[in-house]
């Protein structure tokens, strides 16, 4: 009925970047698709210093510096990050050069490629991730709670000493 006022086939930046969330959404999970971006570096966008922010920011351009957030980090294909990188939530589907720090778990999907240490206490690895470097799981909030739960049980073979004995 309303005749666009634009050349077919061509998209406005902010639907190529919502086209493009879309596309990686679907990619990268249900939980992760809820998430509203709140910051974007496009493809072909070199940025360098400190990143610091709350929500989800996702990155598929150049980034050298650092990350900081207690949020989700979302690493496009095109991505080349050389960082120090801390986050809640971290999916990689570009390159990391650095130290990576998640609080809650880092998803790796191909064909990201990981060259540095990596700590979190959930870790998920796609077949065809390259991951080069050291990896420690560290104590989830859950673990540390099941642990408080554990008591002192007697011994099996003290219970059959009884019965042979009484």
């Known amino acids: 009925m309303w005749k666009s006022e634009k050349p077919e086939g061509k998209r406005t930046m902010a639907e190529e970047v919502e086209a493009e969330e879309t596309s990686m959404s679907a990619n ?8 509203d971006v709140s910051a974007f570096v496009g493809k072909g966008v070199e940025f360098k210093g400190t990143i610091s922010y709350n929500g989800t920011v996702r990155i598929d351009g150049s980034l050298d510096g650092e990350i900081h957030t207690d949020g989700v980090l979302l690493v496009g294909e095109e991505a080349v990050i050389t960082a120090k990188v801390t986050a809640g939530t971290i999916v990689c589907k570009g390159k990391i050069t650095g130290d990576v720090v998640a609080k809650e778990k880092i998803k790796l999907r191909a064909p990201a490629i990981v060259n540095g240490g990596i700590k979190t206490p959930m870790l998920s690895i796609e077949e065809g991730v390259l991951f080069n470097g050291t990896l420690e799981m560290t104590q989830g909030i859950r673990e540390v709670q099941r642990e408080t739960q554990l008591h002192q049980v007697g011994m099996p073979g003290q219970a059959s000493m009884k019965r042979v004995n009484g």
């Open 28 to 35: 990268l999970g249900r939980q992760e698709a809820t998430e």
